[in-house]
């Protein structure tokens, strides 16, 4: 152990910038966006289905308010979003005094409430098209087997829905890692903040921005990776068939 | 022949290019951070004001250039400065030795102490590793003060840094931060003066050690431009000899307190 830490040193010990310290940063950086960015898809996501679900119904009074919700959301930039969840909340009266201020006092809880939502509502959006999409014969055919609405729902249409939803969905997940860079305009030290930080403290823009770049990379690299796994299992039957 | 005449257009190329080079300052871009009252800010009606900008005006009245103020958030004010966006930085920034080795400055034109600012009610009266902590400790990203924190207290207390000191009065009022740490006229000027809360300062002003604090507030310019830094501290000799420099200093700090 001692070994390593002193090899480490020694490999630092060439430049002024990444010092074990900074590397430090970087690595709570890494921790924090990804913490950030996967509770926020996984939340997204569960609330996604059933507010698709809601969107394609046919009755207006069920898919108006769906429809409102993911319009403001994918109609107004993210940053606008965090700003009014985090400094816009503080100018309610009282707000102190609530029981949500605990959560709401952390930079951490209002990013994630505001990457939540957005993200929800492009799901959501996917996730409709994808319904939308179902093959009308898949649906005569569950009708034809008596199926209720609800088991057709469940059986018939979510299922290949999701399959089709999945590239599009992939791209929704790169897209959110990207726009988590602004959670450091609320304080939070994610990679970005990071990098801001070094950027600020040793003036070198270059090497600070580069190296969190390619950290953003990897983390596209190992999405990219694993939504390609994912299509090969989930849509192995939509690929032309070897012999 | 032809070679002759390329060869003699590289020449006047190159001779065009060093005259640029040396040419007569005679219109100045100056970045500055803003607001960080009383020291840069906007009235009211949008017009930018504060003692640096009210001396920088002077001082380039004086060396009869124009000078044209530019905005640039705080982290981003050397490197700027760096890839031209402007000539020079007067924008309440602390001359230390770190920054010597990126920028060159001029003569201090004023000296400025840190200090710590909390709710009348948060109950410590001096900052030490002990009273701060697992409080939240607010301070401008990229600034000595921010260096400060970070090297003495970043084990004991969570640090939030902001990009413009605005955002953090805020979060203060917020009750989002327990304490911060910044330039004392802008806590007095932004905290003490609030009327959502009442604040204090907590201990002393804090101006040593020099390693962070430095030598005073200075003007930055780029190490090759010792030109323009020369004209600089002539005007601002001049200006503190006449007592144009202690009008402007009153203007915005009142008599007391003059250091």
Known sequence: MLDISTWFNDLLAGNTIFTADTLGYYWEGLVTTTQLVFLSLIAGLILAVPLAIMRSSKHKWISLPVYLYTYVFRGTPLLIQLYIIYYGVVFIDGIQETFLWPVLREAFYPALIAFTLNTAAYTTEIFRGAIKATAQGEIEAARAYGMSPRLMMRRIILPSAFRRALPAYGNEVIFMLHASAIASVVTLMDLTGAARFVYARYYAPFEAFLFVAAIYLCLTFAILFFFRYLEKKLLAHLRPQDA | ?259
């Open chain 2, 1 to 259: 022949m032809k070679k002759l005449l390329s060869l003699s257009l590289l020449g006047l190329a190159v001779a065009a290019a060093s005259s640029a080079q040396a040419r007569d300052y005679d219109n100045v871009r100056i970045g500055v951070d803003v607001p960080y009252e009383p020291m840069e800010f906007r009235t009211a009606e949008g017009e930018l004001t504060g003692f640096d900008i009210d001396l920088g005006n002077e001082l380039c009245d004086r060396m009869g250039v124009t000078c044209e103020w530019v905005e640039q958030e705080w982290d981003g004010i050397i490197p700027g400065l760096m890839s031209r966006n402007y000539d020079a930085i007067m924008s309440s920034m602390t001359i230390n030795d770190e920054r010597r080795e990126q920028v060159l400055f001029s003569d201090p034109y004023i000296t400025m102490p840190s200090a710590w600012f909390a709710a009348s009610d948060l109950g410590i009266s001096e900052a030490t590793e002990e009273t701060l902590e697992g409080m939240t400790i607010g301070v401008q990203r990229g600034t000595l003060q921010d260096n400060y924190v970070t090297d003495n207290f970043s084990d004991v207390a969570d640090i939030s840094r902001y990009s413009t000191a605005d955002d953090m009065v805020l979060d203060m009022e917020a009750e989002r931060l327990d304490i911060v740490f910044l330039d004392f006229p802008i806590g007095q000027s932004t905290l003490l003066e609030s009327e959502e809360a009442e604040y204090v300062v907590v201990g002393e002003r804090i101006s040593e050690p020099k390693e962070y604090f430095g030598d005073g507030f200075g003007i930055a310019f780029r190490q090759r431009d010792e030109a323009l830094a020369e004209k600089f501290n002539e005007a601002l000799a001049e200006v503190q000899e006449d007592g144009t420099y202690d009008e402007i200093y009153t203007r915005y700090f009142g008599e007391e307190d003059a250091e």
